[in-house]
């Protein structure tokens, strides 16, 4: 009898004051259809909870959705929490409003990979399940 890998189990959060969760609720529950554990955190999570449930949780990535235009400060401060907590194997990844400039920096300090409007459901899903790989 072959031995299956326990599903990913990523945790899917709102930071900062954005107030917008349609597409992130949307991407939670694709991500879940996939057959991966789930944890939605809700809206106006500042990174300190969201690292702190992420080790609770023991998930293999972070789905950080970020419309506010605080991108560059809030998934660096992430990122920084995770190697302060000695959590960097935890994957890092996100979408919003990302302007073509900060793509390249934001991918730079860590972030694994991110999606900007009009990204599909489908990429979304695969890029997740090839974290594992």
Do not use: C, W
């Not at 690292?51 to 970020?66: C, M, R």
């Not at 400039?101 to 599909?120: I, N, Q, T, Y």
Request: charged share 25%; glycine share 12%; no cysteine.
């Amino acid at each position: 009898m072959a031995v299956t890998a326990p599903p990913m189990r990523v945790l899917i959060g709102k930071v900062g004051l954005d107030g917008h969760d349609r597409g992130v609720k949307l991407i939670a529950r694709a991500l879940r259809d996939a057959g991966m554990e789930v944890i939605y955190t809700g809206l106006h999570q500042m990174p300190e909870q969201i690292v702190s449930t992420a080790i609770q949780e023991d998930v293999d990535a972070i789905g950080l959705s970020i419309l506010s235009g605080a991108h560059n400060t809030l998934f660096r401060r992430v990122l920084e929490l995770l190697k302060e907590q000695d959590a960097g194997n935890i994957v890092l990844f996100g979408g919003g409003i990302i302007p073509d400039e900060d793509l390249l920096d934001l991918k730079a300090a860590g972030v694994k990979g991110l999606f900007r409007p009009g990204a599909s459901m489908n990429e979304i899903v695969e890029f997740v399940k090839g974290l594992r790989s």
